[in-house]
């Protein structure tokens, strides 16, 4: 059994919660980003809600989709709000690419986290406030263009959802900046799309990594057509940001190489074979294998951690 797996185990087997471990580790779940490809990550944390095992991590970090897909995990809502990922209604309305002609934003985050998570699918902001995991939603310093660890926004339901807005504002398709305190905040993935580094130097010593792209999918740097279309944008609303943008390829490289040197580390990936899900995908299909893909392959990797009979010969 690997460490992570290892430590998992024992926490459960003790039921110890955050502030009240018999070990020094620090154990942390990292959730990747990517929009629609989120659908993956959700259903990872479903797996995760079903085994018990979130009272084991001591914080939960999550970029740009990762961090939505959180929330719901801290709230102990993530098997039971999964569907909006292939509801229609849901997501033809926070994403509609028709509303480009009008100069309005193709991807509507005020609507999914100011009334689809508190009039129709309402999130529970107070059990995320009381969680004794922390949660650190993660998003880009428009102005410099460095990760930002916002957990101490999310302290009240107002923050929260201002955190949750930041983490989700990409570039471009869901309108300006976000601002909080005066500081202004782009889509977490345009410099962190797996918040290994923020976890890292806050302490982490163990990780499982939700991951919404599978092995042989890479990060590919901007392409002319996207360089022309959002080096504007950039440097309208988001000067600091466009050069961890344009050296995106870089930052994924380096963010695989952390996860894949560091001693005490499970990734969970979507399998071989598996849908490749755009941005903006809004497929009832597409979406819900994604979600159900994720669903078994976090079971895969995380049942042995609760019944080592299911671990693979």
């Known amino acids: 059994m690997d460490l992570v797996s290892q430590l998992l185990r024992d926490r459960l087997r003790s039921a110890s919660v955050p502030g009240r471990r018999a070990d020094d580790a620090r154990l942390v779940l990292l959730i990747e980003g990517g929009s629609s490809r989120g659908a993956y990550s959700s259903g990872m944390t479903v797996a995760i809600e079903r085994l018990g095992l979130l009272p084991a991590f001591d914080a939960v970090y999550g970029s740009s989709a990762g961090a939505l897909n959180a929330a719901w995990l801290l709230c102990g809502r993530a098997e039971s709000t999964m569907h909006a ?3 229609r209604t849901i997501m033809r309305t926070t994403i509609d690419p028709r509303r480009a002609f009008s100069r309005r934003p193709v991807v509507d985050t005020r609507f999914l986290v100011h009334t689809v998570y508190t009039e129709i699918m309402p999130m529970g902001f107070q059990e995320i406030l009381d969680s004794p995991v922390s949660f650190h939603p993660i998003a880009t310093d428009a102005s410099t263009g460095r990760p930002v660890d916002l957990a101490a926004v999310a302290r009240s339901r107002g923050g929260l959802q201002a955190a949750l807005r930041a983490s989700t504002a990409m570039p471009l398709l869901a309108g300006e900046p976000v601002e909080i305190e005066g500081r202004r905040y782009v889509d977490a993935g ?7 580094r923020t976890a890292l130097a806050l302490g982490a010593t163990h990780i499982v990594a939700l991951r919404t792209r599978r092995t ?4 590919t740097a901007p392409s002319r057509g996207e360089r022309m279309l959002l080096s504007r944008w950039f440097a309208r609303n988001a000067p600091g940001a466009i050069e961890p943008w344009l050296g995106r390829q870089a930052l ?6 952390l996860l894949s ?3 005490a580390t499970l990734q969970i990936r979507p399998p071989l074979g598996s849908a490749r899900v755009g941005r903006t995908e809004r497929g009832e299909r597409v979406l ?3 979600v159900d893909a994720g669903i078994q392959a976090a079971l895969d990797s995380l049942s042995p951690a609760v019944d080592p009979a299911a671990a693979p010969l």
């Open 288 to 290: 819900r294998s994604a």
């Open 216 to 219: 042989d999918e890479t990060s």
């Open 261 to 263: 040197t560091h001693p």
């Open 85 to 87: 990922w292939w509801d």
């Open 190 to 196: 345009v410099s962190e799309a797996v918040p290994v």
């Open 252 to 257: 994924r490289a380096q963010e695989e190489r």
